[in-house]
């Protein structure tokens, strides 16, 4: 089994114990800027900056860190929205987490998991998210379908999140409108910036899309060529949570936008 396969098995435990326990999540308006319109308006690349205690990769990154902390720091230094792991067995996560950094910062908050089934949506809108993610690799196309409508009902911004261009034509066949390329690759791990490099030559961006670039994003020179690749936005963990500052080492990922023509 891959990672993403054993992550997966996880999360089908997680949905099942969800739906036994007849789980229900109080209703919470959303009142955040929507993070398609932040990233659209955006003269200079975004950050979604990430809550990261650990990964399967790396394993620990920052075990002890406090959330709320963290958020603030970032929210401070100009992020676009805060990224929030809430899977517990592989990230160390929580929605505990995820529901403290909410109630901490007023922009855009994605919730970082492993979805596979409304109920998490349910769970994460509740916690205070205003944007999910949904992995195309992760999905059937039905799925996929029916979960990205159902996000887009709750009045929530999605994050579709793919690795090669087959799973571009995926998330393009359900309309999404924030699209996200995965660097590191689900199956080995391995983190290549190529990737987005690759993907963007057939994105759409006549299209009303928005690009972004994820992972293995460490410094000014990175962003700069995701910015240069098309991206809107970067998603950085890793590299934000071993800073030694936060302000400083996210704004030096804040370079000029390129604008991208067909």
Same mark, same amino acid.
């Given at each position: 089994?891959?990672?993403?396969?054993? $992550? $997966?098995?996880?999360?089908?435990?997680?949905? @099942?114990?969800?739906?036994? !326990?007849?789980?229900?999540?109080l209703e919470r308006e959303i009142t955040r800027p !929507?993070?398609?319109?932040?990233?659209?308006?955006?003269?200079?690349?975004?950050?979604?900056?990430?809550?990261?205690?650990?990964?399967p990769s790396k394993g620990l990154i920052a075990e002890?860190?406090?959330?709320?902390?963290? =958020?603030?720091?970032?929210?401070? =230094?100009? =992020?676009?929205? %805060?990224?929030? *792991?809430?899977?517990?067995?592989?990230?160390?996560?929580?929605?505990?987490?995820?529901?403290?950094?909410?109630?901490?910062?007023?922009?855009?908050?994605?919730?970082? @998991?492993?979805?596979?089934?409304?109920?998490? %949506?349910?769970?994460?809108?509740?916690?205070?998210?205003? /944007? %999910?993610? *949904?992995?195309?690799?992760?999905? @059937?196309?039905?799925?996929?379908? #029916?979960?990205?409508?159902?996000?887009?009902?709750e009045g929530l911004d999605v994050l579709v999140e793919?690795?090669?261009?087959?799973?571009?034509?995926?998330?393009? #066949?359900?309309?999404?409108?924030?699209?996200?390329?995965?660097?590191?690759?689900?199956?080995?791990?391995?983190?290549?910036?190529?990737?987005?490099?690759?993907?963007?030559?057939?994105?759409?961006? @006549?299209?009303?899309?928005?690009?972004?670039?994820?992972?293995?994003?460490?410094?000014?020179?990175?962003?700069?060529?995701?910015?240069? =690749?098309?991206? #809107?936005?970067?998603?950085?963990?890793?590299?934000?949570?071993?800073?030694? #500052? /936060?302000?400083?080492?996210?704004?030096?990922?804040?370079?000029?936008?390129?604008?991208?023509?067909?």
């Open positions: 089994m891959t990672i993403l396969d054993k $992550i $997966i098995a996880q999360k089908k435990i997680e949905v @099942d114990h969800l739906l036994a !326990s007849n789980m229900t999540f !929507s993070l398609y319109q932040t990233l659209v308006k955006a003269k200079k690349l975004q950050v979604i900056s990430e809550m990261k205690r650990a990964s002890g860190t406090n959330p709320v902390e963290q =958020a603030t720091a970032y929210y401070e =230094a100009g =992020a676009a929205c %805060i990224s929030v *792991l809430t899977d517990k067995e592989f990230f160390k996560g929580s929605f505990e987490d995820l529901s403290a950094v909410a109630d901490a910062v007023p922009i855009a908050v994605l919730c970082k @998991d492993f979805i596979i089934h409304k109920i998490q %949506i349910d769970q994460a809108k509740s916690a205070g998210a205003s /944007v %999910i993610l *949904l992995i195309v690799a992760a999905l @059937d196309d039905e799925t996929l379908g #029916s979960l990205y409508t159902y996000a887009n009902e793919v690795h090669n261009t087959d799973e571009l034509q995926r998330a393009l #066949s359900i309309d999404a409108r924030i699209i996200g390329v995965n660097n590191r690759d689900l199956h080995t791990f391995e983190v290549d910036l190529a990737q987005t490099e690759r993907i963007a030559t057939h994105f759409p961006f @006549d299209e009303e899309r928005v690009f972004i670039s994820e992972s293995g994003i460490w410094g000014p020179e990175d962003a700069e060529r995701a910015a240069k =690749a098309g991206a #809107s936005a970067v998603l950085v963990g890793e590299s934000l949570m071993r800073s030694d #500052s /936060v302000t400083e080492a996210l704004q030096a990922l804040q370079v000029e936008k390129h604008v991208i023509r067909p």
